[in-house]
């Protein structure tokens, strides 16, 4: 038994160092000795779903269930494999079937919750995320967890409390800190505010830890306003991000440059009657952080519209139809497209839609990268509603520089070089679509919506084709979910300490913003 105890602890380690090739060997060798010890399938089933070998994952979980149906971690493991794949159902029963195995394990639970809150069943979700840390108090992810559902629907002090209690836990879970810093106004002597300081030069964090703190100092920084150490901050969490991946801006620029080759005017008037006759979908796009959350707040604030969020039901059609995976870009399938297949994948979306609520005269879609297929969007929902956000093109591509994305459509927000050329892409496909669809997009700009709130919101609803009513008004009442970056922000009222926040930094963006198009 000592034998299969030192070559298991090997295996672990490997599995920890994401050595998996070793551990993988190592694993299926102790297996051939030891056939019935479920715990090494277990072991190969993780390293499966780390390396994203999903049907092999699933393989070797439950040859070991076969083996112990009453090893729980089985269950909870597959349980995460269906969540992956989407196969909602399955994945809750899986958790509830290893939570009904070992009842005083927290993991199931706190995956369950995770569950919950992906379906939108919030209560079910901060209900499994207590239950969790009552079997473990010191489970500092389901008190993270906990805080971010509270943060998601409005409940601010709330996710303060078990954020704080996170950081008593674990002081190095550096997500926490910077989810806490977006609640919290700081001065010059706020206690956290110093204690982000001293962790940020600690030796032992690494470049993932200090990327999370740099993005937390620079909007404290902001806070005090103490701009140039803002800046400084911005720029290292930016430098830190931007060396996890490749990335280049010539893709994008072949996609837009495919996008107006392909929707033109020509091409759009062919189809006189077509598309779903669907009024229901309120498309809010523009670049992140141009207002789009804000919006969808206004108009979610109105008892006939539902707030979809950011829904990905777009981009799954655009690659199930019209994505050449080899190229990685659209292919000309566009160019063949009938008034039969524009059909087929308006009923495909609007069924999608009613998913998410079928009792809703109206829903919203607010995922800005839509504005890449508004042409798209008039051929398959052409009695659809489009609301185009736009800011001020410096605070906009400030705003995107200063806040951490995790969307891989994101990947040209960490660089203000690469942060203006996509906008200069965005600005100048918009002008396509003004020219191609005149009258078809609806503009509302942030400014003027700060400005003249009572005005701008009177003619947003107005062009929706909804009732006017105070409810809109006093959207900061609102207690829908939000999930985004602008959660605590869209629960404010109307304040214009944003404009012209791009001043603050004229120096240190100058070259840059130099290169933005009008």
Known sequence: MENFNNKFQIILNLFKSKEYYKAKLLCKKLIVEYPRTPILYNVLGLIFTEEKKINKAILYFERGIKIDPTFAMFHNNLGNIYKQKE???????????????????????????????????????????????????????SHYNLAVVYKSIGEFLKSKKHLEKVIMIEPLFCQAHRTLVQ???????????NLLKKIYINPKINNLQKKELAFALGKASEDINDYPQAFAYFKKANELHR???TYSIKHEKEEFKNIKRIFTKKFMDKFTQHGFADSGPIFILGMPRSGTTLVEQILSSHPKVFAGDELNFLPRIIKKYFYDDKLNLINKNFLTIDNKIIDTIGREYINNLKNISSDSERITDKLPINFKWIGLIKLILPNSKII????????????????????????????????????????????????????????IKYEELIRNPNEQISKLLKNCNLKIIDNCFQFHRN?????????????????SGSINSWKHYREELFNSFQKLSN
Request: aromatic share 14%.
């Open 388 to 443: 185009h956000c736009n800011r001020n093109s410096k605070d906009n591509c400030l705003s995107i520089y200063k806040n951490y994305f995790t969307s891989n459509e994101m990947n040209y927000a960490y660089h203000p070089d690469e942060i203006v050329e996509f906008y200069n892409l965005y600005n100048d496909l918009m002008k396509h679509w003004k020219n191609v669809l005149p009258n078809f997009v609806y503009n």
């Open 479 to 495: 207690k829908r979910v939000i999930k985004t970056a602008s959660d605590v922000q869209a629960r404010k009222k109307i304040y």
């Open 183 to 193: 609640l919290t106004k700081y001065s010059k002597i706020d206690k956290h505010f």
């Open 87 to 141: 196969n909602y159902t399955k994945a809750e029963n899986c958790y509830k079937k290893s939570i009904d195995l070992d009842n005083k394990a927290p993991e199931p639970l706190n995956n369950l919750a995770n569950l919950y809150r992906t379906l939108n069943q919030y209560d079910d979700s901060i209900n499994c995320y207590k239950k969790a840390i009552l079997i473990n108090p010191r489970l500092y992810i």
């Open 243 to 245: 060396k996890e991946f």
